[in-house]
């Protein structure tokens, strides 16, 4: 479950608490259901030795010293007040409100910040030069793999490359599991998608075994690259969808052919 689909209900469901308890502020039960308690009444050591048989191991006048380091008041065990409830519901609500909000707070406050960022002027850090150089010898690479290449936390290498984005020297797309970057100007949509498709390693063995066997069968593809047909379904799903795979029908038989020569 996403962060925002959870942060909704627990701001309603705080909110109606910190109503509730404001309404029933002066009408707090009196009663607890238990006896009355005194506010003198003490819990100590000979009570509890005497419950287990014991009282008589205990000197008298190490009794009364023993019950007043180990005296309960009664008022420990008060309720807290409506005024402590509706606080608690209203800063419960507060924060997942926040929750809910963040992805789009995080873009604007980025987006305000290097709004006025020249282009001359990012690379004057030294990380994002870096990052940036990793972008560009390799298209579709991940934020994960720029971290690692760039000898940085993955949080620093997000932060790095949402600057990049905001000042349009890099574009991004997600693909599967993974957002890829792309160089600006380096290809159009079309390019970046395929080469998105062909990062994932399973997806381009398939697309190589298909260039090198053309008009396979699904059930042939499957048995060549060892994947159930199944599994090699969603793999040439894929493919098709980037515009890199074609189909023909031969008789009962789905021939499958890539639609160019294809390079992982």
Do not use: C
């Amino acid at each position: 479950m996403s962060r925002r689909s959870w942060a909704a209900p627990v701001a309603f469901l705080a909110l109606l608490g910190a109503a509730q308890a404001v309404v029933a502020e002066g009408v707090a039960p009196t009663s607890t259901g238990l006896p009355p308690v005194d506010d003198d009444v003490r819990v100590g050591l000979p009570d509890l030795l005497a419950v287990l048989g014991r009282s008589d191991t205990v000197a008298p006048e190490s009794r009364s010293a023993a019950a007043a380091s180990l005296a309960v008041p009664a008022e420990a065990f008060a309720p807290p007040s409506a005024e402590a409830v509706a606080f608690g519901a209203v800063v419960a609500a507060a924060l997942a409100a926040l929750a809910w909000a963040w992805p789009v707070l995080k873009h604007v406050a980025v987006a305000r910040f290097y709004a006025h960022v020249q282009p001359s002027e990012v690379f004057d850090n030294a990380v994002r030069e870096r990052i940036f150089a990793h972008v560009k010898a390799d298209p579709g690479v991940s934020a994960t793999d720029l971290a690692k290449r760039a000898g940085v936390s993955w949080g620093t290498t997000i932060y790095h490359l949402e600057v990049l984005e905001q000042t349009r020297m890099v574009v991004s797309l997600r693909n599967g599991r993974y957002r890829r970057y792309f160089e600006n100007g380096a290809g159009d949509a079309a390019k970046r998608t395929a080469v998105a498709v062909l990062r994932n390693d399973v997806t381009a063995k398939v697309a190589k075994a298909l260039s090198a066997h053309p008009g396979l069968s699904q059930k042939e593809a499957a048995r060549l690259v060892g994947l159930s047909p199944q599994a090699l379904h969603w793999h040439i799903n894929r493919l098709a969808g980037a515009g890199l795979l074609r189909r023909e029908r031969d008789g009962r038989v789905v021939r499958h052919f890539m639609a160019e020569k294809t390079e992982a």
